[in-house]
């Protein structure tokens, strides 16, 4: 038996103790896991193990093929005697022609001896002589060849017979090896093969003890699935009767529902009504206040009232002046307390006054110099603004306030708001700005700059300002890899050159890139990993940049950093540059948190430049109404209208790896 079937053989005997292990426990998966396993064994035994007739048959095979092999070298022997034979009778036949021929020629000049005379006698008896040397030479010749061949082919024969005895007696020991190997074989075969067939019998018998127990088995689990539908159709039935009665609670639930809306419009109604009741009893408390507390020409009814009001939060005060602004649309009341207040309760008057007062807009009422200054103002939000119009414009901050803390920038605005050529505008700020010692020791060229624009719509503005710009999805996120690159190998103390890195429509570029990378790669995490890896990056070029002059100029639509990745800490690693609608929406929405004074200045600032170019920065930066770095002298939005007070950006070739 070889390696491989006493291998097969082995492991069958352990699947077989397997079973009787598993069987011994009942445990039912070792046994169906040993059946599993032991069957394709004892196949695979059965299949390959030979019977005694297959190793008889192969014996008289190899038997045929060493009387064949005999037979043959026996033929070539006999080939070669005959061979050497018809050489030995080939010469003979040689000689026996040669001398024929030579007696011949005698007797030929014998008779022309005859014929002639007798001086030509004398010569061709000489000649005869010379004759008779030659031939009795031949003869000698002759008979050594004779003797040489003969000793040739006793050497050959006997060579032959040498060589094919010794071949003969190795077949004849491989024969007997042969024989004896299958005998073994044979014998080994037919008893692995009884152990087979014993060990069939035992698993056949295991098997159908098996079958008597899964047969019980299958009993009992049809059993069970009876239970189970029957508990399944009671539940099914338990269902239905709560689907009946959660139906009627719906109905009656519905039928409330509406009733209670009828209700409602019934209420709102109602509301309405009383709305306009209390307006016009407002109107007629007013009235009725003014017919009340009016008294001689020089006392005043907004003094009064405001008196009477302070006196009721328990707070007494004495009228000391007021005086009139604006053109006598802002009104200023003057009082001195003469005891001791909360100034918590100040603002409750603040609260009434306007139903007293007939106003729009809350007074104010502040604490100053031991006096308290009531300010009535009477203006609408259009008349305060213009009055406020030229404090306004000095408070506007500009680019170049912004790019002294040298981080992120972020430029968010609709299409049309000048987000590229802000771009343009805050790269020319970075570039022109002071610099410290430092900083112009490690660039090579401090006022200059290498840019680069990612821009998958590919405006027409850099190609203007003559940057290079990577517009495919792929080639934008494997250039971001070569950036972390660049990123990583500069270092400090290294002597490098600015790296400026324009980021346009960054949110529709990241779903780009997601989808594109997840097609390539054949996954959805692969995308959503290329986003992370790129928000990663562009969030170090914002904290880490400005260490490596590496700066950052992301622009987009919408200005929800969280989409961007850029919300939390990163948000103030950035300054945020808010442009038209998206400034316009960030302080209607967001600025809640802001004092009243700052809020009313952004809504002033709002309703001068209606329909005009604004700009806000946030961020990194608090709130600032910033002035629009191209478009702000334009008196209204318009479409092609140029860029004012761009310059030409100081551009130095890149040096750094690209796509």
Known sequence: MDRKLRAVYLADVAAFG??????????????????????????????????????????AQRIYELESQLTKLLDEKSWNENLNSNQVEKLIKEKQELEQKLIAEKLELEQKLLGENNQKAAYYKELLQGRDVQIEQLKQQLNRETTKLKTEYSAMIANIETVHKAEIEQLQVEYSGIVTELSQQLEQAISVTEQIKEDADNKIL?????????????????????????????????????????????????????????QNERLK????????EKQQLAEQVAEYHIMLFKEKCDDNYSVKMVQKLL?????????????????????????????????????????????????????????????????????SDKEKALANRERLEKSLISIDDCVQKNLGF?????PGSAKSTGALYIANAIINQELSQKGIDDLIVPDSAMLLAFDIHHSTSWDDAGIKVIDNPLDIYQQFKYLQTEYDKRKPGNKTNRLIIFFDEMAETLDRIEVAVAEKEGTKKAGSDAISYIQNLYRSFGTGGRKKYINFIGMNHSYNVKALGIDGYYRNCFVSILLNDACRHYINTTTKHLPEGKKEQFWHWLELMSNRYIALATGAIDDRLLKHPTHHDYPQIKDGNPPKNLQPVKQLPLDIKLV
């Open 269 to 276: 109604n109602i509301i309405e009504v009383l709305e306009v």
């Open 311 to 379: 006196l009721e939060a328990d707070i007494n005060t004495e009228f000391l002046t007021m005086e009139e602004k604006q053109d006598g649309k802002v009104t200023v009341i003057y009082l001195r307390p003469i005891s001791a207040f909360n100034e918590n309760k100040l603002k409750t008057v603040c609260d009434q006054l306007p139903g007293f007062l007939n106003l729009t807009r809350k007074p104010t009422i502040e604490v100053s110099k031991g006096r308290l200054e009531v300010r009535i103002d009477k203006r």
């Open 206 to 262: 295991a098997a159908q003890k098996l079958t008597e127990e899964n047969n019980e088995i299958k009993q009992q689990l049809r059993y069970q699935a009876e239970q189970q539908e029957l508990a399944r159709r009671e539940l099914s039935l338990e269902e239905r009767r709560i689907h009946v009665e959660l139906t009627n609670e719906r109905a009656l639930l519905q039928k409330q529902i509406d009733d209670g809306l009828i």
């Open 410 to 414: 972020l430029v968010i605005g609709e």
């Open 18 to 59: 397997l079973f009787l292990f598993g069987h011994s426990i009942n445990n039912t998966p070792i046994v169906w896991i040993s059946i599993a396993t032991g069957l394709p064994l004892s196949s695979y035994l059965v299949a390959k193990v030979p019977s005694k007739k297959q190793l008889e048959d192969s014996k």
